[in-house]
């Protein structure tokens, strides 16, 4: 599967699950989804090296001239594909949280980080309190 495809799969997983809580989902707009009218940027990735000595994590590039930039939407969802075939590990993340980061990484399993981002592991209902607030 090459990342495009992984980031597709991404995208309709979150469509998914966003819809199976009543938010209207479009693919449309400045980020990759739009749920009630708030721009969603989908990032997905697998495990793999991410730095010198061979720690295995989860990289998400956030900006790329051209092709992403997350400051375009008002959540940012990382999702971990940890096993072909099962449900990925969710990071919500407001973008303001993230500021003007180009990337982030999750180390490790994503199910036992307890890193900066930990506090938004599988934390769905950001979207929910986006979308009250605007």
């Not at 597709?8 to 997983?13: K, Q």
């Not at 375009?72 to 990382?78: D, T």
């Amino acid at each position: 599967m090459t990342a495009q495809e992984l980031g597709a799969m991404g995208e309709y997983y979150a469509a998914q699950v966003l819809r199976s809580v009543g938010l209207r989902v479009d693919f449309d707009g400045p980020a990759d989804l739009l749920a009630e009218g708030v721009p969603v940027e989908v990032k997905a990735a697998r495990p793999a090296p991410y730095r010198k000595g061979g720690y295995r994590g989860y990289q998400f590039c956030l900006t790329k001239p051209g092709h992403t930039d997350h400051s375009k939407a008002a959540v940012v969802l990382l999702l971990c594909y940890w096993k072909p075939g099962a449900d990925p590990v969710a990071f919500v993340i407001p973008s303001d949280a993230i500021g003007d980061r180009r990337k982030v990484v999750i180390p490790g399993q994503p199910w036992t980080y307890s890193g900066q981002w930990s506090r938004y592991y599988r934390r769905w209902e950001t979207v929910a309190d986006v979308v009250g607030v605007q």
